[in-house]
């Protein structure tokens, strides 16, 4: 059983932070995403992608955060702290690329997800969803489509690629800082 002064490290509460995010991305990423678009029909996949989506990006923002705020810093051998903990830490010069770089992507990259490429694939979503119906024909079936729906469809996917890339890139730095984590257990 752990001492109970652990308790008032922020060390804990950084690798519990860390897991969530992990965990949460790379569920979203590779098993809950992927699972719905097969198990669910295209509409009821896209219901569901638009409630899930603010919420993941909304954690994939604040966790990073929290991260900064909880980061443990390192004793030197005469038990001085060779580097601070929270912000103080992750803005030490020695930290900047291996700690403030991976964390500072995260939050960016989450952050356009959150605010920016989100709302838009969003409202790309719901024209096209009032262009079926002038159209009489869903997105998504075969071809020929309007020259309207064409224009939408490339939207959608332009769009949806960015939040791709970003969501990717955001999976990348959590790894990268993964193995910053992995080498202060060595």
Do not use: C
């Amino acid at each position: 059983m752990p001492e109970l002064s652990i308790f008032a490290s922020p060390a804990p509460y950084h690798i519990l932070t860390y897991g969530t995010l992990l965990g949460t991305e790379f569920f979203q990423s590779f098993i809950g995403g992927i699972v719905a678009y097969k198990a669910l029909p295209r509409p009821q996949f896209a219901s569901l992608q638009q409630a899930i989506f603010p919420i993941y990006f909304s954690l994939q923002t604040a966790l990073p955060v929290i991260l900064a705020l909880t980061y443990p810093g390192t004793n030197s051998s005469l038990g001085t702290a060779a580097v601070p903990s929270s912000l103080g830490g992750v803005f030490a010069e020695k930290n900047r690329t291996s700690v403030l770089a991976p964390l500072v992507t995260i939050f960016a990259s989450s952050l356009v997800n959150l605010a920016l490429v989100g709302p838009a694939t969003t409202k790309i979503m719901r024209e096209r969803k009032h262009q079926e119906t002038r159209d009489g024909k869903k997105s998504y079936d075969s071809p020929p489509h309007s020259k309207e729906m064409m224009r939408m469809n490339k939207s959608f996917g332009r769009m949806h690629g960015v939040s791709s890339l970003l969501n990717l890139g955001g999976l990348l730095a959590t790894m990268w800082y993964g193995f910053t984590l992995a080498e202060r257990l060595q």
